[in-house]
């Protein structure tokens, strides 16, 4: 890991007058965009030939001859051939050239390798860089772990397909799309074997990666992924802050549930064992009463993270719960970082960070906010890694 005093030594040589706000084009980058030029930063978005598109064409930034955005939220792109590149000594050399703080999301930690981003990339961090691993399933000190530590509810673990006894879900890889998902379920080890033959045969999961596949509880109810904000700043309100709430569009699975019953049992061998590929999400809100349980599941998140990660929760990170009938959370995966649906924030924000800070409140904009206060107040090294 990078020393955090390295990164401080490098800040010190950045003109906050002239910070910019830098992220890879992807995952929530538009997000991050936007916020950024809400709150009077210009943007900087690292990109991939062939995916590049959105971000130097479709919302590429206008301003008039005051500065002022007139359309789009990307000033600048830094094109790459793969954004596995942006953690090179060239990259990174233009990024402290332009006094970018990089905001970092899943893709970049999925892309560039975690490794990278933890020991090679000297590029100030908004965020807790030494909390990112523990994204990564089946590390020695994943959020699975961290949840433990936490005394926090997740699904139950399923250690065998023998074990199987109630509906199950199976969490691996997809074979061809790498980053993303090859979940099945299944309610005994018969069901289990016959689909993974199935998916194995189809080319979907890789029988290898059966044995490191994370199985639990299939907990039956709504998705609520809580979109938290967490100020070292703070000292007034309360440090966590809960700006959003999405939940998810997932291929095919949507389009499977709304078929009827019989339509569903009528589906060839091809379409019956539904793909759980994250393509969209939606914005939500919560019956209030279950409010404060959400805010205790942050509180003891991040009194564990500051516990086991110095320095702890920086920013914003994301709390993916499902609630069951007797209105439980159970956390099923942790982002600790810029969560994957909060674009659905853009520019109109969120009820709940709406009506927090008493103005359009994206995720986007509360990091960018976060930022200007702590140039002003001369802490930015409270808020980089």
């Not at 959003?244 to 589906?267: I, K, T």
């Amino acid at each position: 890991m990078i020393d955090r005093e390295n990164i401080l030594g490098i800040l010190e040589s950045y003109d906050p007058r002239k910070v910019k706000i830098g992220v890879l084009a992807s995952h929530s980058a538009l997000d991050v965009c936007d916020g950024a030029v809400e709150e009077g930063f210009r943007t900087l978005a690292v990109c991939q030939e062939g995916r590049d598109s959105p971000y130097t064409k479709y919302f590429k930034a206008f301003r008039d001859r005051n500065g002022k955005a007139m359309r789009g939220m990307v000033d600048e792109t830094l094109m790459l051939k793969r954004f596995s590149e942006a953690t090179t000594s060239a990259v990174m050399d233009r990024l402290l050239e332009e006094n970018v703080l990089f905001v970092p999301n899943r893709s970049f930690t999925s892309y560039c390798g975690i490794d990278a981003v933890e020991n090679d990339f000297r590029v100030p961090m908004v965020g807790s860089r030494s909390l990112l691993r523990c994204e990564d399933r089946g590390g020695e000190r994943d959020y699975y772990w961290l949840l433990e530590q936490a005394g926090l509810p997740s699904p139950r673990k399923v250690e065998r397909p023998e074990d199987i006894d109630a509906l199950t879900i199976v969490k691996l890889h997809h074979k061809q799309k790498k980053l993303e998902r090859g979940f099945f379920t299944a309610s005994t080890p018969e069901e289990y074997w016959e689909k993974a033959n199935k998916l194995i045969r189809d080319g979907v999961i890789e029988e290898d990666s059966l044995a490191d596949a994370r199985m639990e509880e299939y907990i039956i109810g709504p998705v609520f992924n809580l979109d938290f904000f967490c100020s070292p700043l703070e000292e007034k309100g309360s440090r966590i802050e809960l700006l959003g709430v999405d939940w998810r569009f997932e291929s095919s699975l949507d389009g499977f549930v709304r078929l009827p019953a019989e339509q569903q049992l009528a589906l060839n061998d091809r379409q019956r064992i539904p793909e759980y590929t994250v393509c969209g999400h939606n914005s939500a809100t919560m019956r209030e009463s279950l409010l404060e349980g959400a805010f205790e599941l942050a509180e003891r998140f991040v009194s564990a993270a500051e516990r086991h990660f110095f320095p702890g929760m920086i920013g914003p990170f994301c709390l993916q719960t499902c609630v069951d009938k007797d209105l439980r959370f159970f956390i099923y995966d942790v982002a600790p970082r810029i969560g994957g649906g909060t674009n659905v924030h853009m520019a109109v924000g969120h009820p709940y960070g709406n009506s927090l800070w008493r103005r359009s409140m994206s995720t986007g904009r509360r990091l960018a906010m976060e930022v200007r206060r702590a140039i002003e107040e001369d802490r930015l090294g409270e808020i980089v890694t």
